[in-house]
C-alpha cells in the first residue's frame, strides 16, 4: 500500500486505530478522524512513535456537512474505513427516539454520507476502496441491542447494494463485520461487571465463555481483515460481509 492514503474514521482508538496501524505497516499514509481531540492527539502520536505517518482530524461526522469538510482536509483517500460510531444497548421501550436517532446519526448515516461523498470522488478518478465496519449483531439478533442491531443490518445491506455495481467503476465496497472484540471498552466493562456481580474483576474472562475459543477477537485479528480487504489482493471482492466472528454468527440462537 506504499504511496496510497488511508482515512480512518473513529480512528483514536479500538478497532479503528488498529486498523489504522495495520494499514500504516502496510505502507499507507493514514488520516484518522475522530470527536475527542484529546484522544485524537494521543492517537496520532502512538502511530508517530512507531515511526508511521499520521494526520489527525478532530471533526463530529454526525453533523451536516462534515464529510465534505473532512475530505477537504484530508484529500480523497484511496481506502476509506467507515468505523466512527457506537449504539447503545436497550430495547425498543428503552431506548427512545432522541437516543436512536442520535446514534443513527453518527454511525448509519455518518457511514452512508461519508461514502456518498468518498464514492463521487473515487468513481471521478476510477478507483478507491470503501469497507464499512458494522458488526454480528446485524446477522444475531439481540432484542436488548436493537437499535445496533437495526443499524448494522442497514449497513450491511447499503454496502451489499453499493458494492454490487460500484467496481464497475473502479471502487470496491464491502464489510467487515466482527463479533466480540477485546477492546479496551470491551475489557473496562467485562471487568466492572465482574466486580459487581462477583466482588473481583479477576474473573471477567468467565463471560466470555460463550464465545467461540472462550474468547472474544483481538484488535489485531480485525485489523488484519481489513488491510486485507482492502488490499489489491482482494481486487475481486466487493458488495460482500466478512464475518469476523470465530464461528459465532453460524450458531443457532440469539446474539447473546
Known amino acids: 500500500m506504499a504511496g496510497r ?25 493514514v488520516h484518522i478522524a475522530a470527536r475527542d481531540p484529546e484522544t485524537l492527539t494521543a492517537a496520532a502520536a502512538d502511530l508517530q512513535a512507531d515511526g508511521y505517518e499520521a494526520a489527525a482530524h478532530s471533526i463530529d461526522l454526525s453533523a451536516s456537512g462534515s464529510p465534505a469538510r473532512l ?19 436497550g430495547n425498543l421501550e428503552t431506548v427512545d427516539e432522541a437516543t436512536w436517532r442520535t446514534a443513527w446519526d453518527l454511525k ?15 468513481k471521478a478518478k476510477s478507483g478507491g476502496v470503501i469497507v464499512n465496519i458494522t458488526g454480528l449483531a446485524a446477522d444475531k439478533t439481540d432484542f436488548d441491542y436493537i437499535a445496533g442491531t437495526a443499524g448494522n443490518a442497514s449497513l450491511n445491506a447499503f454496502t451489499k447494494a453499493l ?34 456481580e462477583t466482588g473481583s474483576e479477576d474473573n471477567w474472562q468467565s ?50
Do not use: C, W
Open 163 to 196: 458494492g454490487s455495481r460500484s467496481i464497475e467503476d473502479g471502487v470496491r465496497v464491502l464489510a467487515v463485520s466482527p463479533g466480540a472484540v477485546a477492546t479496551d471498552r470491551l475489557v473496562g466493562l467485562l471487568k466492572n461487571r465482574a466486580a459487581e
Open 108 to 122: 448509519v448515516f455518518g457511514y452512508i454520507n461519508m461514502a456518498r461523498a468518498t464514492f463521487t470522488a473515487m
Open 207 to 256: 463471560y466470555l465463555a460463550g464465545l467461540p475459543l472462550s474468547r472474544a477477537a483481538s484488535v489485531a485479528e480485525v485489523a488484519d481483515v481489513v488491510a486485507f480487504a482492502a488490499s489489491d489482493r482482494a481486487s475481486y471482492l466487493s458488495g460482500i460481509v466478512i464475518n469476523v466472528d470465530g464461528g459465532h454468527g453460524a450458531r443457532s440462537g440469539s446474539f447473546r
Open 71 to 89: 475530505l477537504d482536509a484530508a484529500g480523497v483517500p484511496d481506502i476509506l474505513v467507515n468505523n466512527a460510531g457506537a449504539i447503545p444497548g
Open 5 to 29: 492514503t488511508a482515512l480512518i474514521t473513529g480512528g483514536s482508538k479500538g478497532i479503528g486505530l488498529g486498523v489504522a496501524k495495520a494499514l500504516a505497516r502496510e505502507g499507507a499514509q
